[in-house]
């Protein structure tokens, strides 16, 4: 009996309160009758299990569950789901799983005691953190139950007899370490028919009747959308740190300084509440910042558990190696090798790279399914037909340590970069056909993993390999608007301008000077993008690739004709791009340079040859079945046949470019296309549905945070708006649009399928000042857009609405007469868009005397401001908010907005502390 009184000893201090808030909150202990096991030894071999009763009582209640100290915090939802799961009357076995730190027994016992009024009978934990056979785990039970025995062969046969009649609640906590008893809780459930079972267990029992609840981490805000600060602070990881951090520093605050980076401290450490209450340990010690900092390695941070907290739970290192160590051989590989990826992988990538190294014997996809069942993974949501898993970044770092102490780092990383580079390279072209929307999603979930190889090559000087990722995944950097972060990777990872580097194919080399050059020519970054093509073309021609020349040579012709205004340059290097692709055969390529042609009539107003080169690049785009570009070719078509007053043809063109568009899943192209079908069915006389379509594209134009897509749609709207006759709403959303593009120094960036977007504004606001009986703003505001219209030797007619045009102009003539127009009309030439929008206030300060056909003088001692703008600098450097200042000059507040960034752009500042400083150095304050 030795052993007996052993474990009746060890029980009373197992239950001691080892459960601390996300996983042990320190509890009371319900004390083992020791005296009472101790005496049993006394008795004959006879004597089986019996229950204790009070003296003279034939049945009692079992209230056996630690008390915690602390409030369960964040966890409201899931108990409520654990309770609804509890009292369904099929449920009789649940398995609450998660991995270690996930506060699986602070949840179960918080359920245990919102349950327990439904137990006639009671309820009962049985802590099994410490018992490793079946024999040990029935004896536990019994203990806990408050029985007594001898016969160990007849233990189980009595505990059902015993909890046969019983409805009761039976907690079993820490089951992972005993799995081989699972096998007994279906056998004793079927002999119990009142009893139900609560286990918490690192992995699923995968025993009949089982139902599992598997523990979320907790609730982080999103970093890349925070709240508000006071928002953040309701999100269940942030009250837990905030709560634990309290408990050491009493007076510790989230504040709208500090709210972030807790935030970030909960994201770093996936919301598992251990890790949070190892963390806000040191919030005496370390400022937030500063323990952010040092979470970089957190396994290395995370060792300040309090001495009453078991071993496996003083550190998040010994948490996971708990798990860890509990696996077989082939698992721990596996785990080792699932930690290279970045962000979770599927079973596919799984498969391919643990496999590598040719050591794994077991089938990948068992031991997948058995770590998830041991929750060393979790299951990532659904999104397609293909499942997705991912590890915890605190377990993944643990695995990184253990992949890295097995010399497997670099066989398993450069497995890892090869299955990215060839899922790339598979990607690339689907990215451009009917498969566009699937193989975005599948690339978007797959992004962190593709940074990682990418970066693992470059740090490894495998350049060829880095610059074959990031070239085929140009497209996709588009088409989700990671440009920024594409180019940055690129010009990163390409050698040095004029190096040889023969270790990297020219072929590889110039695709990547390509990809490179048209991302920066898609930013307007004009410069950077001619350095980077004009170094593709010269290692192009010497290698004699054709292809990639003649692909240089056609943005390079987008460069001199689009943005620099070099018609007869840019003609010709199109016509040499178009005659390369003719000599290989590239049908494909031959269409892209005569819808680039295409593009560039449509701009210069030669309507005629946008329906001619377009219609020749859309016969080969249908011939090749690319999708994307026919969407494209058949939305220029379109908008060509509008502009020619053919409403009917565009819309039909239009709509099935908005159908492809929508096929693909595109929302900017999308939007852009709606925009135009909406000024088509509005010129038809359908005006509620241009409307509906001019909502849906601003809709998915915010989602893309494209400024062009916004304004373009903004300015239709306050042109629909206008020929509806409601001029305050007009020009509120012209002015909203010419916001959207008129930063500071923006407008004189902007390329031809931008400006005629913000010339358009400025006629719409000119006929409404008209309307409003201020015929010399009209004037001044119609000859700026002028200017803007004019490129080159070209003008620019697009978005100009006749007859409106002509008529707001000729009424204007008309009331201020032949001379005065004039003068007013240079005037307007010379300003630019800010300055012909402020000089309606001129006007308004001229309203009651003669008309005075001049603007207002920039002041050549304060940086070229006028004087209206010296005078809104002085008032923002007194403190003044814009609507501040709109209501002191009793003017609106977008005429504030337009002046303030007039006055960044001359004084070429970019912030009100720097427009204060100048205003002081100045004495104009």
């Known amino acids: 009996m030795s052993r007996l009184w052993k474990d009746a000893r060890f029980l009373r201090i197992s239950l001691v309160p080892y459960f601390r808030c996300g996983e042990r909150d320190r509890a009371t202990s319900t004390e083992i009758e020791i005296d009472r096991i101790h005496m049993s030894s006394k ?61 699986k027994t602070r949840l179960a016992l918080q359920v245990a005691l919102d349950v327990q009024h439904t137990f006639p009978d009671g309820y009962c934990f049985v802590p099994l953190a410490h018992i490793d056979t079946p024999q040990q ?6 203990q806990s139950l408050g029985l007594s025995e001898t016969r160990k062969r007849l233990q189980f046969e009595h505990l059902k007899s015993f909890l046969r009649d019983k409805h009761l609640l039976l907690l079993l906590d820490n089951f992972e370490q005993v799995l081989a008893a699972a096998a007994l809780l ?73 709210a972030a980076i807790i935030a970030a401290i909960c994201a770093r450490l996936d919301g598992l509440p251990l890790a949070i209450e190892l963390a806000a340990a040191y919030s005496k010690l370390l400022p937030p910042r500063e323990l952010l900092s040092r979470l970089e390695k957190p396994l290395d941070v995370l060792t300040r558990g309090g001495p009453d907290a078991p071993v496996r739970q003083q550190t998040l290192r010994n948490t996971i190696s708990w798990s860890y160590e509990l696996l077989s051989t082939e698992e721990q590989r596996v785990f080792r090798r699932l930690s290279v990826f970045a962000g979770g992988c599927t079973l596919e990538a799984a498969e391919v790279v643990c496999t590598a190294p040719g050591d794994v014997t077991m089938p990948v996809m068992h031991v997948v399914a058995s770590l998830l069942d041991k929750s060393l993974l979790q299951p990532a949501k659904q999104e397609s037909d293909e499942w997705h898993f991912q590890m915890l970044e605190t377990i993944r770092e643990y695995g990184l340590e253990r992949l890295e102490e097995y010399g497997e780092l670099e066989v398993t990383r450069r497995a890892h970069a090869t299955y990215y580079l060839a899922l790339a390279e598979q990607a690339e072209p689907a990215l451009l056909d009917m498969k566009q929307k699937e193989w975005l999603e599948r690339v978007e979930r797959e992004r962190d993993n593709l940074w990682a190889a990418l970066h ?28 920024s972060e594409g180019r940055s990777f690129l010009e990163h990872a390409l050698p040095p301008s004029g190096e040889g580097d023969t270790s990297v194919s020219p072929q590889v080399r110039a695709k990547a000077y390509n990809i490179a050059g048209w991302l920066a020519l898609w930013q307007l970054d004009v410069e950077r993008a001619t350095v980077l093509l004009e170094e593709s073309l010269e290692l192009s021609r010497k290698s004699g690739a054709k292809q990639a020349m003649a692909y240089a040579l056609n943005l390079l012709g987008t460069i001199e004709d689009t943005h620099r205004g070099n018609y007869a340059a840019g ?11 003719r000599e290989v055969g590239d049908r494909k390529g031959i269409a892209t340079v005569l819808m680039t042609l295409g593009i560039q009539a449509h701009f210069r107003g030669d309507f005629a040859g946008v329906h001619e080169l377009c219609g020749e690049s859309l016969t080969l785009f249908r011939a090749s079945g690319d999708p994307w570009n026919i969407a494209l070719v058949l939305h220029m078509l379109g908008w060509a046949s509008y502009c020619e007053g053919a409403y009917a043809a565009a819309r ?37 549905r241009a409307a509906s379509f001019l909502e849906e594209a601003l809709t998915l134009g915010k989602q ?8 373009r749609t903004l300015c239709a709207s306050g042109r629909l708006a206008l020929r509806q006759g409601n001029l305050i709403q007009a020009r509120a959303l012209y002015e909203e649009g010419l916001t959207a593009l008129m930063e500071p120094g923006r407008a004189t960036k902007l390329p031809s399928r931008a400006t005629w977007v913000l010339a358009s504004c400025l006629e719409g606001l000119g006929e409404i000042a008209l309307n409003q009986g201020q015929a010399a703003w009209t004037v001044r505001l119609f000859a700026a857009a002028d200017t803007l219209r004019v490129f080159g030797a070209f003008r620019n007619p697009v978005g100009i609405e006749q007859p409106f045009y002509e008529h707001t102009l000729a009424e204007a003539r008309t009331q201020l007469g032949e001379e005065t127009f004039a003068v007013l009309w240079t005037e307007g030439q010379a300003m630019t868009p800010e300055e012909a929008l402020a000089a309606e206030e001129h006007e308004r300060v001229n309203a009651d005397s003669p008309l005075t056909v001049s603007t207002e003088s920039p002041s050549p001692s304060f940086g070229g401001l006028t004087a209206r703008e010296v005078e809104v600098l002085r008032l923002l450097a007194t403190g003044l908010t814009n609507k501040q200042i709109a209501a ?18 001359k004084l070429e500042i970019t912030s009100r502390s720097a427009a204060t400083r100048y205003a002081i150095e100045h004495h104009l304050v």
């Open 137 to 142: 785990a029935v004896l536990t039970i019994a």
């Open 43 to 103: 008795h004959s071999s006879k004597q089986t299990f019996e229950a204790r009763r009070s003296a003279g009582s034939s049945h009692r209640q079992i209230h056996q569950v630690p008390l915690p100290f602390t409030p369960l915090i964040g966890r409201q939802h899931e108990v409520q789901q654990v309770c609804t799961l509890l009292m369904n009357p099929e449920v009789r076995l649940l398995t609450v799983t998660g991995p270690g730190g996930i506060g």
């Open 704 to 711: 893309g945070e494209s400024r062009e897509d916004m304004a």
């Open 186 to 258: 279906p056998e004793l459930l079927s002999a119990c028919p009142t009893l139900k079972i609560l286990v918490t267990s690192r992995a699923v029992l995968r025993v009949q009747g089982e139902y599992e609840f598997l523990v979320p981490p907790l609730a982080v805000p999103d970093l890349h959308h925070l709240p508000k600060y006071e928002t953040i602070e309701q999100f269940g990881a942030v009250m837990l740190f905030k709560q634990r951090a309290r408990a050491i520093q009493p007076d510790f605050q989230v504040t709208e300084e500090n």
């Open 888 to 905: 002191h000059l009793r003017i609106s507040p977008k005429t504030i907005n337009i002046h303030v960034n007039s006055i960044y752009k």
């Open 571 to 581: 003609n010709a290097l199109f016509e040499e791009s178009l005659r390369l692709y």
């Open 652 to 688: 039909r063109l239009s709509e099935e470019s908005v159908a492809l568009f929508r096929r693909l899943g595109n929302p900017g192209f999308t939007a852009q296309v709606l925009t135009i079908l909406a000024c088509e069915v509005a010129a038809l006389g359908e005006e509620t």
């Open 456 to 483: 693992w090559l470059v740090e490894c000087n495998e350049t060829e390999a880095a610059l074959r990722l990031a070239g085929a995944l140009g497209w996709f950097w588009f088409l989700r608007g990671f440009v």
